[in-house]
């Protein structure tokens, strides 16, 4: 998946190029681990996600700043 776009909990998704993450057009800072090869954000920091799609879903369905955006 090099670039990817999605609707999910009423926020838009985009990743570009496998690397460059926005929800609803905001840049979202995440890690990547290489040892463990998975991904993590401050807006979820105690979990790990295998995929940076998995971590967007997360984010966009989890955190305070997008998941009211379905109401």
Not at 27 to 39: H, N, R, T, V
Not at 40 to 63: C, D, F, Q, V
Request: charged share 25%.
């Amino acid at each position: 998946m090099s670039n990817h776009k999605e609707t999910f909990e009423g926020c838009t998704i985009e990743i570009k190029n496998n690397t460059h993450l926005t929800i609803n057009g905001k840049e979202i800072d995440y890690q990547y681990d290489a040892a463990k090869d998975k991904f993590s954000s401050k807006y979820m920091p105690y979990t790990l996600y295998g995929s940076l799609l998995e971590l967007a879903r997360a984010i966009a369905k989890h955190s305070v700043e997008f998941s009211h955006v379905k109401e």
